[in-house]
């Protein structure tokens, strides 16, 4: 069975400070796909980034970055000079290849200034 | 704007109700997902249909059935409704499944069971 583990239920940053998201999940799966998606105070869900198993180059995406390790089974994001507006709910997200995608419980992350 | 379309937004109606949430895709996108969230159970997986056909399957009720049509819309029915069956319920799309693209969600439809 797949699970998604986000261990840290509310995170509180001040503005500016760098935040590491972090995310462990189980599979059986030798293919699978891993996502990280934002749902702010308005509710809607926003994909951020997306990878997959055979893929474990780790890059930056602007103040994104992701830090992938099958020996671990570590997904974790990170996100550079957090702004206010980045205070959100994030959700670490695995699928497998059929479509059936399980998320984590999330974490809550409040960026003050 | 994600581009998939969840109408209503929101829903009051009692308990033992019927209802019908509808989603839109994007244009092109042959995915259809469906989760619930709640506050207890987080977000959880329904189902998956693709090109018209159930693809995956989750933690989805009995009570509860999708179906995706020629069209590509889908709609998801919620019967016999209690009140722990309140929470968001999100539709999201993809172009093909996770092997090929990521899934964008729509706003949701708030459903609150009286």
């Known amino acids: 069975a797949q699970k998604v583990t986000q261990a840290q239920t509310e995170i509180s940053v001040v503005e500016k400070e760098d935040v590491t998201l972090d995310c462990v999940y189980e599979?059986?799966?030798?293919?699978?796909?891993l996502f990280w998606y934002k749902q702010p105070p308005s509710g809607e869900l926003v994909f951020l980034i997306r990878r997959n198993s055979f893929d474990e180059q780790n890059e930056i995406s602007g103040r994104y970055s992701w830090n992938f390790q099958k020996s671990t089974s570590s997904f974790n994001f990170t996100i550079t000079a957090s702004q206010v507006v980045d205070s959100a709910v994030y959700f670490c997200a695995l699928s497998d290849s059929v479509g059936d995608m399980r998320f984590g419980a999330g974490t809550r992350l409040t960026v003050k200034p | 704007d994600s581009g998939v379309t969840q109408t209503p937004k929101h829903l009051i109606t009692a308990t033992g109700q019927r209802v019908t949430l509808r989603c839109s895709p994007r244009s092109g996108d042959l995915s259809v997902y469906w989760y619930q969230q709640s506050l207890d159970q987080g977000l959880q997986f329904l189902i998956q249909?693709?090109?018209?056909?159930?693809?995956a399957k989750g933690n989805i009720l009995e009570r509860f059935s999708a179906q995706q049509f020629p069209d590509l819309h889908s709609e998801l029915n919620l019967s016999s409704l209690e009140l722990g069956d309140s929470a968001l319920y999100f539709c999201?799309?993809?172009?093909?499944?996770?092997?090929?693209?990521?899934?964008?969600f729509g706003q949701g439809t708030r459903l609150t069971v009286v």
């Open positions: 599979t059986r799966d030798t293919t699978y796909y």
């Open positions: 999201a799309s993809s172009a093909w499944g996770p092997e090929n693209t990521e899934a964008f």
């Open positions: 249909y693709y090109n018209g056909e159930e693809r």
